[in-house]
């Protein structure tokens, strides 16, 4: 059942499915179809998010078990509405001591059934690399006991709780006898080590750089079987009817895996009184630039990444792309372009992160190459150098079995082979092109190079995410609005026609993809990114105001490097809290707490003047003083109130973004997504800010005013999607040609089926003529000569142009259904 809108809700011991279930009557008046839940299966005990599983074939006890899930089924169902969940394939939570199949695997070794299920190199003892300290030193401390009971298990730290194996339950060395700890140490079917050691000797795959969740091997039908039993068993009794895919680029063969529970799904028979078929499957997947999700993998779509990246470049204003440039590079001091940020980072994380699981891949790609005729005789150093290249400059989060090849995936690799010869040492570049060859060789070759490629795509995805997303995205701050998941942040903007061809192929390959705007792991809310984008029109306003606040905050005597200073004030801007006056001390202090919790993640991950492996508690605490007396109306008033009165100048500006975002998600072709809470205004930062809880006392008052212009807004089209359900989820896609003098300040098109036509129109780009009033559209005579062309009947009268000053008149928003 593809749904017509859904509604994000993260599930936690503080929201369980009780709290969703109170307010399911207000997310039915908005006009939701179906709650999308983050993953309710069991997680670690306390988990604030769900996708540290530790048991997938039982529902959250936390969240109040299966009879609760029943219970918020029974109520959506009452409102004709659905339930979509996460799934988390990849990997499981192995953190503690309360995955079982983890510890069967640690008392049992290879021996244990679930041996396989964990994507371990059983060349050597599984590292579990969880000690402050070398082994020697943290025996010597006598941070390792023995525990007696129930059943003899080690203690590390009085923290970490591991199993002994059978064998040695009845020949435990006595208290105090260190080598008799050691000798028990040595016997079990694990190695503990320093924590300090995981990226370089690290024997089983993880999710990126976490240490606490081990990647399973879903390409065995077995740990498949096992890990989806629930799933099937909710989708048959008519409990769920989709699931979202949390991160399918770590799994061996998403293509095999996705197409295999699509036929699961669809041969599932339901109950006659739910929903029919087919399940709704999306996936979280980050699409490069260019790059298409394959069909062959039967799914719906995305998670809606790529559509939030979209329309977040669409309303930026390409006018203000050179001086917002100039301008980071003169203030920050950093000279570095996006893509060579990039770069830097993608050679320091390849080297600092991900050096053991590199080597593996490196030495199958050496034997492998030593088996073949085209490549005997080449050196490993030869292969390391040219798989290490490839890392550099691969574009996409990875490649994908022939089978499962997009139509986007020659060109791509022609971008690699373009950008790796920089690179390539002089006469290797043959073996560059050897490799990217057997990346696309038929699956059914030669065992070897299929695991050689297995590793080399698995290895590609987290590259991409700490090194871009979690490094570069923090140390390049031109524009804040354009670093999110899934953006090209050395990109400012887009055409208009580059967005209008996005559209044509959803609708025409992937009309159920979901349309995102916000997420549990956005970098910052969506109405910071649209507030922020009004930046990219008045560059030259924004750098008069910035270096009024650097001097009314005293920022060169700070301490505060410049960089980390600029990214500080448009942060400031960008989430500052609506209702949140330059004299509210307490509201100053709350919001204080949360910017330094901001900071100090973003000082981190961009690993220059602090990192979550070696913290520079000094410079933390001067960035965060920093912020606290500038939050302090006591000590920066004059500096407060400029910050508010440049807020005041873009009111209308940054509203007229905010509705623009709304309506463009709500009538595109794909199916929208409202992360919880995001009805209203978002100024969230990075999680955890972004998982805060939602006040729905709050939006259910304010739903039945019409009062607030962005909840208006999505419950006016939320209640259209709902009447026409299959205009929008069906409807094609035409552009509309806009002429005139503001031609660049329109975008619009129909939607159209079986004789309804949706007329949409919506005024972006328009922050100069904005500024300093509180009205979202330009008053009529600025719009001069702008007309809106179509096909027939898209205007009052048939075939007639609309006028811009004329539907723009007080909403930057026209919205028409003809029937």
Same mark, same amino acid.
């Given at each position: 059942m593809t749904p017509h809108a859904t509604y994000r809700l993260q599930l936690h011991e503080g929201f369980p499915f009780s709290a969703a279930e109170a307010v399911v009557p207000y997310l039915a008046d908005l006009g939701i179809s179906h709650v999308y839940a983050s993953p309710i299966t069991t997680a670690r005990p306390g988990s604030a998010h769900g996708y540290d599983v530790i048991d997938p074939t039982a529902v959250n006890p936390e969240l109040g078990g299966e009879a609760a899930l029943r219970s918020l089924v029974a109520t959506l169902r009452a409102k004709g509405m659905g339930l979509i969940i996460d799934i988390v394939p990849n990997h499981m939570g #192995?953190?503690? *001591?309360? *995955?079982?199949?983890? *510890?069967? #695997?640690?008392r049992h070794g290879e021996a244990s059934p679930y041996a396989r299920f964990f994507d371990i190199d059983w060349s050597a003892k599984p590292l579990l690399p969880i000690l402050g300290a070398r082994l020697e030193d943290t025996l010597a401390a006598g941070d390792i006991a023995? !525990? !007696?009971? $129930?059943? $003899?298990?080690l203690s590390i730290y009085n923290e970490h709780d591991l199993p002994i194996r059978p064998e040695d339950h009845a020949n435990l060395p006595a208290e105090g006898d260190r080598d008799g700890l050691a000798a028990l140490l040595e016997r079990q079917h694990y190695q503990l080590g320093w924590w300090r050691t995981a990226d370089d000797e690290l024997n089983w795959r993880r999710f990126f750089t976490i240490s606490e969740l081990a990647g399973l091997r879903q390409e065995d039908s077995a740990v498949f079987g096992e890990t989806h039993a629930l799933v099937f068993q909710l989708y048959g009794e008519g409990l769920i009817d989709g699931v979202r895919i949390d991160h399918v680029d770590g799994l061996a063969d998403p293509?095999?895996?996705?197409? =295999?529970?699509?036929g699961r799904l669809d041969a599932i028979e339901r109950p006659a009184d739910t929903p029919p078929g087919p399940a709704y499957i999306v996936v979280e997947k980050i699409l490069g630039p260019g790059e298409r999700l394959p069909e062959s993998w039967q799914t719906d779509g995305t998670s809606g990444y790529d559509f939030m990246e979209e329309v977040s470049a669409l309303l930026h204003d390409p006018a203000g792309e050179e001086s917002l440039t100039q301008l980071w590079h003169d203030f920050s001091g950093r000279t570095l372009s996006y893509h060579q940020e990039e770069l830097l980072a993608r050679q320091q994380l390849l080297s600092w992160s991900f050096d053991g699981q590199f080597r593996g891949c490196a030495e199958l790609f050496a034997t492998f190459a030593a088996s073949r005729p085209e490549s005997r005789g080449w050196t490993s150093g030869m292969l390391r150098r040219a798989l290490e290249r490839l890392l550099w400059v691969f574009p996409v989060y990875r490649t994908y079995r022939p089978e499962d090849e997009a139509p986007s995936q020659p060109a791509m690799l022609d971008a690699v082979r373009a950008a790796v010869t920089l690179h390539s040492p002089p006469g290797e570049q043959e073996v560059v092109e050897q490799v990217l060859d057997w990346l696309m060789e038929p699956s059914a070759g030669d065992p070897l190079l299929q695991t050689a490629r297995r590793r080399f795509q698995q290895l590609t995805a987290p590259i991409a995410a700490k090194a871009v997303e979690d490094t570069a995205f923090y140390r390049y701050g031109r524009l804040l609005s354009r670093n999110d998941v899934g953006f090209n942040a050395g990109l400012l903007t887009q055409p208009i026609e580059q967005f209008h061809r996005g559209c044509e192929v959803r609708a025409r390959d992937f009309p159920g993809s979901m349309l995102a705007t916000a997420t549990h792991d956005h970098k910052r809310g969506e109405d910071v990114r649209a507030r922020l984008a009004v930046l990219s029109g008045l560059p030259e306003e924004w750098r008069a105001e910035i270096t009024g606040w650097d001097w009314l905050a005293g920022g060169e005597r700070s301490g505060v490097h $410049?960089?980390? !200073?600029?990214?500080?004030?448009? =942060?400031?801007?960008?989430a500052w809290p609506e209702a949140l006056l330059p004299g509210d001390a307490e509201g100053l202090k709350d919001f204080a707490a949360r910017i330094v919790a901001w900071q100090d993640k973003a000082l981190r991950e961009a690993k220059l003047r602090s990192s979550w492996e070696s913290p520079d508690e000094a410079y933390e605490r001067i960035c965060a003083?920093? #912020?606290?007396?500038?939050?302090d109306p006591g000590e920066s008033g004059p500096f407060l109130d400029a910050v508010h009165a440049f807020l005041g100048r873009l009111q209308g500006a940054c509203m007229a973004n905010v509705l623009a975002q709304v309506a463009l998600k709500l009538t595109v072709p794909g199916i929208p997504d409202t992360y919880q809470g995001c009805e209203l205004e978002d100024y969230s930062l990075v999680d955890p800010d972004n998982r805060r809880p939602v006040d729905y006392t709050r939006r259910i008052d304010l739903l039945g005013t019409g009062e607030h212009p962005k909840l208006a807004l999505t419950r006016q089209l939320l209640g259209l999607r709902r009447e026409q359900p299959d205009l929008f989820v069906q409807g094609a896609y035409e552009p509309l040609e806009v002429k005139g003098a503001r031609a660049e300040s329109v975008i619009a098109y129909t939607r159209a089926q079986e004789g309804k036509t949706l007329t949409c129109a919506i005024a972006i780009r328009c922050a100069p003529a904005l500024l300093d009033g509180v009205e979202t559209v330009p008053p009529a005579d600025w719009w001069e000569d702008t007309q809106i062309l179509g096909p027939e009947g898209t205007g009052e009268g048939s075939g007639e142009p609309l006028e811009a000053a004329a539907i723009f008149a007080g909403t930057p928003v026209y919205v028409a259904l003809s029937l």
């Open positions: #192995v953190a503690g *001591n309360e *995955n079982a199949w983890w *510890n069967h #695997v640690l023995i !525990r !007696r009971e $129930p059943e $003899p298990y293509g095999g895996y996705l197409r =295999t529970l699509r $410049p960089a980390d !200073r600029y990214m500080f004030y448009q =942060t400031l801007l960008g003083e920093m #912020v606290e007396k500038l939050l």
